[in-house]
């Protein structure tokens, strides 16, 4: 019997991955969006993560691929952050021309650019060192797609928005005022928001079968629970400095 696949070769689960053209294609065809999933999907993924991630193993069972192949999930969530941040403009913005290019700056850098930078380097890692090699030459190897990593940042990215762009407004008049409460809030509101992230980051790579030692994907929330406690006793106040950052 020859085997699958040879070395240095491109694996054949590679070669049939989605074409982010067709991806990019998706974003403006509305009514191929599965919405209601998506919204599904942004409940659970601040409630019950797990179950998403049992849904992305039903999705590759049934179109043999991790990622996904609908868009609506980044469509949804850059126009929930054009909302957010238009509240945010509206109660601290005095300038039309500075509102609009803070909620650009907001969507297209923090999401997009910053995204595809993190999905970058976790694929790379992933990749590179991560994956289990194939204990036979008749098993083909398989590699961690670059939309799918793409994906993980965007499950991530969700409840850290919900807890940074929503709930951080609402008690913003709080988090801003001088005095150690603030400040003590302020720092608690950060590392939940950026934990969540890094644990859900690690749930995502976890349940890839060819991954190992997938647990390095939670050592930036120790990293982050030794530094908080610094920031607090410093009088750092990080929604104090993001504020003064964007709104003067």
């Known amino acids: 019997m020859l085997p699958t696949v040879s070395k240095g070769r491109t694996p054949s689960n590679a070669r049939s991955n989605p074409v982010p053209l067709q991806y990019l294609r998706r974003i403006i065809k509305w009514q191929q969006m599965d919405i209601e ?31 996904r192949d609908d868009p609506a999930f980044v469509v949804i969530c850059s126009l929930l952050l054009v909302v957010a941040t238009s509240a945010y403009c509206a109660a601290y913005d005095g300038s039309m021309a500075h509102a609009v290019f803070t909620i650009l700056s907001v969507v297209f850098f923090h999401f997009l650019v ?27 190897e398989q590699h961690v797609e670059w939309l799918y990593a793409f994906d993980v940042h965007c499950n991530s990215f969700f409840p850290t928005f919900v807890v940074l762009y929503v709930i951080q407004y609402f008690v913003s008049p709080l988090l801003v005022a001088h005095g150690f409460i603030p400040v003590l809030l302020s720092n608690l509101l950060f590392m939940v928001a950026v934990s969540y992230y890094h644990y859900l980051n690690f749930l995502g790579y976890d349940v890839l ?25 410093s009088g750092f106040n990080p929604t104090r400095y993001c504020m003064s950052m964007y709104f003067g």
């Open 209 to 233: 079968p060819f991954l190992d030692r997938t647990t390095f994907f939670l050592y930036p929330i120790g990293f982050v629970i030794i530094l908080s406690p610094l920031l607090i006793l």
């Open 37 to 67: 999933y998506t919204f599904w999907q942004m409940f659970h993924l601040c409630t019950s993560p797990k179950v998403v991630y049992q849904h992305t193993k039903y999705h590759k069972q049934t179109k043999n691929q991790w990622a």
């Open 114 to 140: 910053i995204g595809v930078i993190l999905a970058t380097c976790c694929w790379f890692l992933a990749n590179a060192y991560l994956r289990e090699e194939a204990s036979s030459s008749h098993v083909v």
